[in-house]
């Protein structure tokens, strides 16, 4: 599999439905499956989750992470999701 960084900017009301809708397949125990600029994948239901702040001369950024080993994205997922 080849590597890949993408990022792709949201409404804050299309952002807050896409994150309810993974807060809840993750609270339930669940995979999610996502599509992310024509590619989909799935975020097993044991992804780590962490929360990243930068901070620049110019600049803050907060990130949510979900990060897994590839051998855990296997499972069927329960939700699907397009970004």
Do not use: C
């Amino acid at each position: 599999m080849s590597e890949r960084d993408v990022e792709k900017d949201y409404s804050v009301a299309d952002f807050a439905a896409k994150l309810r809708r993974l807060a809840d397949a993750l609270e339930s125990g669940k995979p999610f499956r996502i599509q992310v600029a024509g590619e989909r994948f799935t975020v097993p239901k044991n992804a780590r989750i962490s929360v990243e702040h930068e901070r620049g001369a110019d600049e803050e950024e907060v990130e949510f992470q979900l990060k897994w080993a590839l051998a855990d994205a296997d499972q069927e997922p329960e939700n699907d999701d397009e970004v």
